[in-house]
């Protein structure tokens, strides 16, 4: 069993920056593949941001140019480095982690972009 912690969410103006952390309770590195998705109020959560094992990186359209996913496996940790902030990006932000063939989530942590 593998526990997902975020961090790193809070208020932030439009045109803001913030650092999201998902740290792991296990080693990630041999983790296929490590996404981002968020849930805005009274929407579905959707996809947000991908890095598979091999450093693929897949992104939703309204984030490309202005998000960017990462890991550091020495710490377990995945980020989501979010700039240039918009308020349709509040949301809560989860972390989802596919390895040993399984599916990790993480609790979310929200983020507000609001002035």
């Known amino acids: 069993q593998v526990q997902l912690v975020e961090s790193g969410g809070g208020l932030v103006q439009p045109g803001g920056s913030l650092r999201l952390s998902c740290t792991a309770s296990a080693n990630i590195s041999s983790a296929d593949l490590m996404d981002w998705h968020r849930q805005a109020p009274g929407k579905q959560r959707e996809f947000v941001a991908r890095?598979?094992?091999?450093?693929?990186?897949d992104y939703l359209d309204s984030v490309k140019g202005r998000f960017a996913i990462s890991r550091d496996n020495a710490k377990n940790t995945v980020y989501l480095h979010m700039s240039a902030l918009k308020p349709e990006d509040t949301a809560v932000y989860s972390c989802?982690?596919?390895?040993?063939?399984?599916?990790?989530w993480g609790q979310g942590t929200q983020v507000t972009v609001s002035s």
């Open positions: 890095l598979t094992s091999s450093g693929w990186t």
């Open positions: 989802l982690i596919y390895i040993a063939s399984k599916y990790y």
